[in-house]
Each structure stands twice: as C-alpha cells, then as structure tokens.
C-alpha cells in the first residue's frame, strides 16, 4: 500500500493513496463536521461542511475534504477563518429549513446565534431536512432499490418515497434510522401502509 | 452514394459534384432555421420551386432549403446567389415577382429589401446590410450555401477537406498542434484552451477516449449553437472527428437538448449520409482511422449542460453534476478520459485545418482568437444572430450592427453570459468583446448571449429574473447553490416589493462571494454573477428600491404609483371606463382621481390617456401626491391654446 504524507493543522499526517482528506484528518483525530458523510456510503460533497482550505505552494483555496484526495506534501487547515465563514454561513442558511437535526450543535459549536434568513413564506413550517442524501444514497448504494429518491430539482428539490418504486424497498428502514433530522420518522406518519 | 474509398476519391468526387453543378449559375437560398421556418419559410421554398419548374427553369436555377441566416426578425429570408441580393419577409406571394424581376432581369423588388433607417434607403446586398457589414461570418456563413439535409451542398463547398487532408497528411500530434497554436478557446462557457484540453485528454491513461459535443444552449434566448447544428451539421461533425482524430477516440457523442427538433431531425440524416459516403465508421477513406458517433437527446435541464452532469446524463443517470475534483478530460463518461467542447468550437476546427493557425490566429484579440457568434436581443432594433471577430466592441455590436435602442429610449446595460453572466453598463460600451475583457468588468462570455436593455428596465428586477431562472434549473444538491439562491431569490422578491432594507444589500454580498466559494459546480459557483454586477453597477438602484420605496425604471408594480394631473385632466373618462378594479373615479367635466388603495398598478390608465392630454404619470413610487377632492372641475381651455 502506497502512503502520502501531508500535513493537516500544522501536523505532519500520512494517509492511504486514494484517501480522502476527510478521512485523513479524522484518523488524525480533527474533528471536521459533515451532514452528507457516511462510512458505508459513497462521498457525495454536497453538504459542503467538510470543506477546508488547502495549501500548495502560494496559492490556498477551499475544497470538500470528503472528495478531494490526499497529495504529498499538501498543507491542510480544517478550522482557518475562511472555512469557519463557509461553515457560520451554511449553518445561517439551514437554520430556518432544518432546524430539528444537527444544525442546532453546530450553530452552538461555531457561534451562530440567529439566522439572518426565513422560509419562503412566513409561518411556512420547516421541512426539517437538509437534503443530505443520505437515505436515497444508502437505498440505492446498499440497500438495493430505488425506493427513496430525490423529486424536483433546484429549490423545489425534495426527498419522497417514489410512488412507482414502492416494491424496490427491501423494508431494511435504514432510511429512518440514518436520517440526520429524524425526518424519516415523521414521513412514516405520512405513509401509514409502510410497514 | 457509394463509398469514397481514398482521399483522392473524395478528391474525384467534389470535382464531379462541381462539374455537375456548373450549369447552376443562380441560386436562391431559403432559410428554413428555427425562426424562418415558424414563418412559413417552407411555404417560400415550394413556391420558388414551383414557379421555376413552371417556367422551365429549375434545372439552371436551384433553391436551396438552408438553415439560419441570423436576421430572424426579418424572415422568412431569401438570399439570392451570385448577387448576394437579400429579400426580407417574403411571402409565397412574392415569389412570382421575384422570378420574373431579379432572377430574369436583374431587377430589384424594391419592398422586399432591408430599409436603412439612417440613410432612408434600401439596401439590395448582404454587404450593404448595417446588420451584416460589420460581421465575419466564417463560421455561420456556410449556413447559406449549404442545405442540411444534402451532404453534397457541404462537399460542394469544401467540405470534409480539413478531414482528409490531416488523415492523409497529418498525424494525430500535427492536428493536436495546430489547434494549440490556433489558440482556439471554448465556446461553450468558460473559454478554456481547446488544444491544452485535447492534450489532457489524448495523454490521460485509460481507453477507450471519448470526444463529445455539447449542444445542450440552456441559456433563455440563445440559439447559436441549434442554428449551427441544424444549418451545417457537417461542419460540427467534421470538427469532432479531427479532435477524435487527435486525441485517439474512435467514439462521439452528440448531446443534444430533445426540444431542437430541426436539429435532431438533420442530425441523423448527416450521420447517415456521412457513413453512406464512408466519412463515417470503419476505415474511413482507407486511412485505417475509424469513427462513429451516437446522439443523446437530454431531456432539457440547463445544469445537464454541465460536463460531468452531460457525462452522467449520457450513462443513463440523473443529469447532475458530480462533485470530484478530477476533470472530465481524464476521467469522464464511464470513467473514461472524454474530451467535450461545445457545438461553436468543434465547427472552428475544421477552418483551422483548412485555413492554418496563422490564419485564425489573425483573427481576434491577443487573448482571444477568431470569432464569437452572439444570440443579439432585446432592446435594439436588429436582433438575430450575429459573427463577428472577437474584439469588436459592445458599441459596434448595439448600435451598428443593432441599429441602436429601439423607440429612441437610452441605453442602460448590456447583460452577456446566459443566466450566470454579468449586466455591463454605458460606461463600458467600448470594451473590446472577448473572453478576458468580459470577466475583467464582472461578466463573462459564456456562450454568447447579449441581452440589450433599456432605461425602462429595473436592475433589480433584472437580477431577479436571473436568479428566479437559477433556483428553478440548479439541481438543488449542494446546500451553497440551492440554499443561497433561496435567499437571493427571497431577498430580492423582498426587494422589489419595497420591503427590502439596505441591510439586505450586503447580505446578498455576502451570500455571492459565499457561493462562488463553496459550491460544488460552475453553477453555484456562477450564480450569483446577476446580482453581483448589478450590484456594483447599479447600486443606486437597489437603494433607491430599499430606501426610498422607488422603482427608478418604474417596472416593479408594488412600488410605482399611478396618478392623475389635475391641471391636464379633460375628463375624457377614458382611464375611468376601461380601469379594471374600478379605481378611478370622475364624471362629466371632473377631475378624475386614482384611488391608490384598490389600483392594481396594471397600468391600463397610463396607456390609454390620449396622448394629447398625457395626463396620467407613472411615477418610480413614494407616497402619490395628494389628489384633489373629488368635485373638482377641469382647467377650461381655451380655443387654439396648447396645454
Ligand atoms: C450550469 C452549466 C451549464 C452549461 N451549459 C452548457 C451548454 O449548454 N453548452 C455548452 O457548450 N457548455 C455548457 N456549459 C459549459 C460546459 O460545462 C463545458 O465547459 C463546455 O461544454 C466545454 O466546451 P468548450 O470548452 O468548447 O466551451 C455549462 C456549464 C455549466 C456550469
């Protein structure tokens, strides 16, 4: 096995080729905060709280630790004030549509008292998810069907049973028990015939 | 058809196509693109067949069924050949007259030419045409000789000559060289080096390779890229074969937005014809290089135009963007290194081939070499299609080849890019137009849109349309692009509804630069550019909405308010007949009066006040001014006195 060795946070790491940075910097015990990570499942990107600023060279940008793979000789910071403001404002923008999962401790973690922004329309009820992925991606990575799929796209994006694809669920509900805002439980409620 | 076999069987066969067509010493070419066609152009093109056939002429005389001239507005278009004479809006009716006085006596139909507002005369030929002078249509110009459906028009014109001259005397590296020389740049977006991608493409590990053309043009108003692929079909599929021919891929793919249906129709019929010449498939013209090429039809989502998003879409997956950090070029369409350009750029090639580096090189500016064709619209006086060398300014391109603001209204911004691109004000006119210059002042070139806008429009109310257009088309899966654009969105629905606040301002600031940072594709990363450069142009607009409850352009209906001057009031009772909500009240020589409470701002008052009293005003907004009571009388005039 071939290791590359970059230093995450000022210490010096070395990493499986291949790896991402995330896991690099979670072996080295850093604690960097995801929604749409999980260890069975494929890395999506798309929560964007793994990103991180990386260093090679003179030139520094951001990147989602979960896909960007280890480099020898990379230099990594994983609380830099740049990805400290990526991570207040993605908190700011979730607060409102998923108040009831993991938003809550990072806006305490990252010092986020109140968002500066609202629902579309005021009194509109929260849908208290993120769109993580997370239950579509294992239905359809692990649990082998396509039961729980993405609807819409853009802002109209939603997660939902797929009516036409009701006898792809293998009833594994792992898509309850994975879900980050206990979401899933209360779609049971809407679906009373899913056993 | 049968097989051409060999470069010099091509060679035979171009030459017997043209001592066939000797004979034809006049043309009339009909355009049958998108536009035309909605104007009954085919209906043209029968007529013109019909008269000849009648009058025993076709066989010297040919019409020729082509795709888009560029000047929609005016079609359906006839360019008659050799003259280059140009008839606008010509109906079946026309036809007759146009046989028997141009085409047998050299005869102009007067009314059927373009009329030069700023000389007050007609124009008979392309080059006296304001809207065409200017241009450099080597590129697009093909589209006039050329019908779509017959291979032959394309041979006929030189066309698959790049082709065989690099399979017969070039090798792959040649090819690869002379577009990296070419300093070709995409035209698909971002402008990035064609020949630097192939090269990725051609040294990336992994086989098979695979080389592709975006023709997805997502962007609202755009429509080079369906005019390119449905006039001259050849010259895309040419310019994909020379790049498959460089990098070392035996397989295309062509993707297609399923609503170009003059496109996907011709497109089959040229892949067809293609193979039947042996153009296409094995061996082709004995050199031992073997190509075929497949069609995807997408399904129409502007983010499948993405690259890795189109490379998904073509497996057979959502349409999505994919969030690695390794480009398409070294690992795209089934992990494969895939080389994708867009519909403009693969057409450049085959010019380049032909035409040499140096050539195209000639054209353009340092940065930025040879030609943009640009979708013109809005607010000028002709729109269309248009080509021109990169580097022309926006001036040249609004006012000479536009012909200026339509209605004499002022200038006020021209937005390029497509939805992600930029509004660029007055003071910037005479940028020269490439790919640098255009991100330098906020915007970009995108794909080649060109919006022009007017005093009458609202900036604010510009952004908004943009970004309203984003949030529906963005795929919704990172949290930057889909939740950012929720807010922008809400924020500027906000603004325009004179509820916004100045700290609103920054906060849609903040939220740019925060999008352009974390989002996970070009998308988000772009999205924000709307509000951005309207923002740093038009500040004073957005503070005129959050501060003072105004809507300068007077478009944002919640904000303007409708009001009736008391001194120029006849009490015709025009506006309080036909005022929808019943918000105007007067009678018989009364002054007439706008209740602002149940005025629904539709504007019908504005409009219909004879203009010879103009008595009603539209003013940005602001508490109306007070009315006055009802039961006052009207301001007598008195005979021959002007108000
Ligand atoms: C949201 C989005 C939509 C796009 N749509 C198109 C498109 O419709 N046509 C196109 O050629 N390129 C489009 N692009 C750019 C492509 O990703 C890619 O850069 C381009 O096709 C490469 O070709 P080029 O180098 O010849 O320009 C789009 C990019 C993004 C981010």
Redesign the interface.
């Known amino acids: 096995m071939k290791t590359v060795t970059l230093k995450i946070n000022g210490l010096e790491v070395s990493a499986r080729e291949g790896a991402s940075v995330l896991d690099a910097a979670r072996a080295a015990g850093f604690d960097i905060p995801t929604l749409c990570s999980h260890e069975e499942l494929e890395?999506?990107?798309?929560?964007?709280f793994c990103?991180v600023e990386i260093t090679r060279g003179t030139k520094s940008r951001?990147?989602?630790s979960?896909?960007?793979?280890v480099e020898n000789g990379l230099e990594v910071q994983t609380e830099s004030d740049?990805v400290k403001?990526?991570r207040r404002?993605?908190i700011e923008?979730?607060l409102p549509?998923a108040p009831s999962g993991p938003i809550g401790a990072l806006a305490k973690r990252y010092g986020v008292e109140k968002s500066?922004?609202?629902l579309?329309n005021p009194g509109q009820a929260p849908a208290n998810c993120?769109?993580c992925?997370l239950c579509v991606r294992y239905c359809e990575q692990i649990g082998g069907g396509d039961a729980v799929g993405?609807l819409?796209?853009?802002?109209?994006?939603k997660v939902a049973l797929m009516p036409d694809k009701g006898d792809e669920c293998v009833f594994c509900r792992k898509c309850y028990s994975i879900c980050n805002s206990g979401r899933f439980v209360e779609m049971a409620e809407v679906f009373p015939d899913q056993p | 058809m049968k097989k051409l076999k060999s470069v010099v069987e091509l060679k035979q066969f171009r030459e017997e196509l043209l001592a066939e067509r000797k004979g034809i010493k006049k043309s009339i070419a009909v355009c049958e693109g998108t536009g035309c066609h909605a104007y009954k152009s085919s209906a043209v093109a029968d007529a013109f067949e019909k008269e000849l056939k009648q009058r025993g002429l076709d066989a010297g005389i040919a019409v020729r069924r082509t795709g888009c001239h560029g000047f929609c507005e005016r079609g359906p278009m006839a360019k008659i050949f050799p003259q280059k004479i140009f008839y606008f809006q010509v109906k079946p009716e026309d036809v007759a007259e146009i046989v028997e006085s141009t085409l047998l006596s050299d005869k102009l139909v007067e009314r059927l030419l373009f009329f030069d507002e700023k000389t007050g005369k007609r124009c008979a030929c392309q080059d006296e045409i304001p809207f065409y002078k200017l241009q450099d249509q080597v590129v697009f110009g093909n589209n006039f000789l050329i019908s779509p459906k017959h291979i032959e028009d394309y041979m006929a014109a030189g066309g698959y000559s790049a082709l065989a001259r690099a399979l017969s005397t070039m090798t792959p590296l040649d090819v690869l060289e002379e577009v990296k020389k070419s300093g070709l740049r995409g035209r698909g977006g971002g402008g990035f080096p064609a020949g630097l991608k192939w090269d990725t493409t051609r040294n990336a590990p992994g086989e098979p390779k695979y080389v592709i053309v975006n023709a997805d043009e997502g962007d609202p108003g755009a429509y080079m890229d369906r005019s390119l692929l449905e006039g001259n079909p050849h010259s895309v599929l040419e310019g994909l074969m020379l790049g498959a021919y460089a990098v070392g891929s035996n397989q295309g793919f062509i993707y297609v937005r399923q609503e170009y249906s003059i496109a996907i129709e011709n497109l089959p019929i040229a892949i067809e014809q293609a193979k039947q010449l042996g153009l296409l498939g094995e061996n082709i013209l004995g050199t031992g290089f073997s190509f075929d090429v497949t069609i995807h039809q997408g399904a129409g989502?502007f983010?499948s135009g993405e690259s890795s998003a189109l490379m998904s879409a073509i497996e057979g997956r959502v349409g999505e963007p994919r969030?690695?950090?390794i480009r398409t070029a070294v690992r795209g369409l089934w992990d494969k290194p895939s080389n994708l350009n867009n519909v403009e750029t693969w057409a450049n090639v085959p010019l380049i081939i032909n035409n040499g580096s140096d050539w195209f090189r000639s054209l353009g500016t340092q940065g930025s070499k040879g030609t943009k064709i640009f979708s013109l619209v809005g607010k000028v006086k002709c729109t269309g299609l248009v080509e021109v060398p990169m580097g022309v300014t926006l001036r040249q391109i609004v006012y000479d080849i536009g012909g200026g603001i339509r209605n004499d209204r002022k200038f006020k911004a021209v937005q390029t890019g497509g939805p992600s691109g930029g509004c660029i004000p007055e003071q910037y006119l005479d940028l020269p137009v490439d790919f640098d210059e255009l991100s330098k002042v906020g915007s970009m070139m995108g794909s080649g849109g060109l919006i022009v806008m007017d005093e009458d429009t609202c900036m604010v109310d510009v952004a908004k349309y943009f970004t309203n257009f984003?949030?529906?088309?963005?795929?919704?899966?990172?949290?930057?692009c889909?939740?950012?654009?929720?807010?922008m969105?809400?924020i500027l629905q906000n603004i325009t509804r004179g509820k916004g606040a100045e700290a609103d301002l920054n906060?849609l600031e903040?939220?740019g630069a925060?999008m352009k940072?974390?989002?996970?594709c070009a998308l988000g990363q772009t999205a924000a550019n709307p509000v951005l450069s309207t923002l740093r142009y038009f500040r004073n607009e957005y503070e005129a909405h959050v501060l003072h409850g105004q809507c300068p352009a007077r478009v944002c209906r919640d904000l303007i308010v409708f009001y009736i001057d008391p001194l120029k009031c006849t009490a015709c009772g025009t506006c309080r007949k036909q005022c929808p909500t019943d918000a105007i009240s007067g009678d018989k020589k009364l002054v007439h009066i706008i209740d602002q409470e149940k005025c629904i701002k539709c504007g019908t008052c504005f409009q219909v006040c004879p203009a010879r009293f103009s008595a009603v005003s539209r003013l940005p907004g602001g508490p109306a001014p007070a009315p006055v009571a009802y039961g006052t009388t009207v301001v007598q005039k008195a005979k021959g006195e002007s108000r």
């Open positions: 890395p999506a990107g798309v929560c964007r990103m951001l990147v989602a979960c896909v960007y793979p740049r403001k990526i404002m993605l923008l979730l549509v500066r922004f609202e579309d993120s769109l992925g993405f819409g796209r853009g802002v109209s994006r | 989502a983010v969030p690695k950090y984003l949030a529906q088309e963005s795929c919704g899966k990172c949290v930057p889909r939740e950012g654009l929720r807010q969105k809400r906060t903040e939220l925060f940072e974390a989002s996970l």
